[in-house]
C-alpha cells in the first residue's frame, strides 16, 4: 500500500516506518521534525513540514495517491499540556482536523490513530477495557478524546473510517538496533534509567513510594515499540479489507512497578543504577494497566515481546549504540 505517516521521525513513527518498509509497502513521512530525527526515517520518502500546512497536504495528497494515512504527530508531555494548552489544543485538535479535511477531499478513507490510555484519566478499575469512562483530566487527554469524537462523526458525515489505539507505555527498540527512543527531554522511566546506567545521568528518580502497590511504586503497562507497531499494521490492514471503525487498548496486560523496572534494569545492564525519591507527581494513578482482549480478538494481535527483560534488553543495545558504549 501506499502509506503517509505523519509524524514518522519521532519514536512510534519512525519504528512503524521501518515496519511497514519492511513489509514492502511505499512509505511517505511528514514531519516538522520539532521533537523527531530526520536521520530515523529509514525505508521512506522524507517531506519536511507540518500538517497545519493545508497546501503541502493538498499536494502530497494528489500527487502520491494514499491508501491510508496514520497519524503520530501529536505533542504527548502531559506537564506542559497544563502549562500550554493552547499549544495542545492548536496541533493536537486542529492540526488534526486539517489532516482529515484533506483527506476527505482526496477521498482517501482509512486512518490509524495513536491515542493514548490518558483519555481515561484516573481508572475507576484496572485492567482498562475499552468500556471505561473516558475522564481525561489535563489538555493532553482531552486533546486525543476529542479527536476520537471528531473521528466519530467524521464517520458518519464523511465515511472516513478510523482506529483508534490507546497506548499505555511504549518501551524498547528494533531488536537490530537500528532506531530507538530519543525524546528531548526524556521523560520516559525505561529510558531514563538507560541514561543513569550509561553514565549520562547522575541518578533516576522514583516519584513516590507509598502507593497501594504491592512495593509502594506505581505500576504501568509496557508494551514493546514492535508489538505496538504490529498491531497498527493489523488495524491498517483491517480497515482496507473494509471494515468498520474502531478503538483498542494496546498493552501487555502485566503491570510492572517502578521497582521491578529498576531492579530489571540493573540486571540486563549489571549496573547499579543510583535512584533518588522525590514526591508524589500530581495526578499519576497507582496503577495502569490495559485489558488487550479487544484487540487481540478482533485484529489478531498478540505481543511477541511480553517479557520486560527482553523490552529493556533491546532498549540497552540501542543506548549503547547511540551512545557508543
Known amino acids: 500500500m501506499k502509506i503517509l505517516v505523519v509524524g514518522g521521525a519521532g519514536y512510534i513513527g519512525s519504528h512503524m516506518v521501518l515496519m511497514l518498509s519492511d513489509q514492502g509497502n511505499s512509505v511517505v513521512v511528514l514531519d516538522d521534525l520539532s521533537s523527531g530525527q530526520a536521520e530515523a526515517v529509514l525505508g ?22 494514499f491508501d491510508g494515512v ?22 493536537n485538535v486542529v492540526n488534526t482536523i486539517n489532516l482529515l479535511d484533506a483527506m476527505v477531499r482526496h477521498g482517501v478513507r482509512n486512518f490509524i490513530f495513536s491515542s493514548t490510555a490518558a ?44 482506529v483508534c489505539l490507546r497506548y499505555f507505555n511504549a518501551a524498547g527498540a528494533d531488536p537490530e538496533g537500528r532506531i530507538g527512543e530519543r525524546h528531548n527531554p526524556e521523560t520516559h522511566l525505561i529510558p531514563l534509567l538507560l541514561q543513569t546506567a550509561a553514565g549520562r545521568r547522575e541518578y ?28 497498527h499494521s493489523l488495524a491498517l490492514a483491517d480497515l482496507a479489507r473494509g471494515s468498520e471503525s474502531a ?9 510492572f512497578s517502578v521497582r521491578q523496572v529498576i531492579d530489571a534494569v540493573r540486571e540486563v545492564t549489571n549496573k547499579p543504577i543510583p535512584v533518588v525519591d522525590a514526591p508524589r507527581r500530581a495526578g499519576d494513578p497507582a496503577r495502569l494497566v490495559a485489558d488487550s482482549t479487544l484487540a487481540r480478538s478482533k485484529l489478531g494481535w498478540s505481543p511477541v515481546y511480553a517479557d520486560l527483560h527482553k523490552i529493556v534488553a533491546h532498549a540497552w543495545h540501542w543506548e549503547k549504540k547511540h551512545t557508543g558504549l
Request: hydrophobic share 35%.
Open 44 to 65: 521512506a520518502n522524507f517531506v519536511h513540514g507540518g500538517i497545519e500546512n493545508t497546501a503541502l497536504l493538498d499536494r502530497l495528497f494528489a500527487e502520491k495517491k
Open 119 to 162: 483519555i481515561f484519566g484516573q481508572p475507576d478499575y484496572t485492567p482498562i477495557d475499552e468500556a471505561h469512562p473516558k475522564q481525561p483530566i489535563n489538555p493532553y487527554g482531552h486533546s486525543k478524546s476529542m479527536v476520537e469524537q471528531v473521528l466519530h462523526d467524521y464517520d458518519l458525515a464523511y465515511g472516513l473510517k478510523s
Open 204 to 231: 533516576a528518580q522514583v516519584f513516590g513510594r507509598d502507593y497501594d502497590t504491592p512495593d509502594g511504586t506505581c505500576i504501568r503497562d509496557y508494551i514493546h515499540i514492535v508489538d505496538l507497531c504490529a498491531a
Open 70 to 91: 496514520m497519524h503520530f504527530a501529536s505533542f504527548i508531555q502531559v506537564g506542559e499540556s497544563v502549562q500550554q494548552p493552547a499549544k495542545y489544543y492548536r496541533n
Open 247 to 255: 478503538a483498542y487498548n494496546l498493552g501487555n496486560g502485566n503491570g
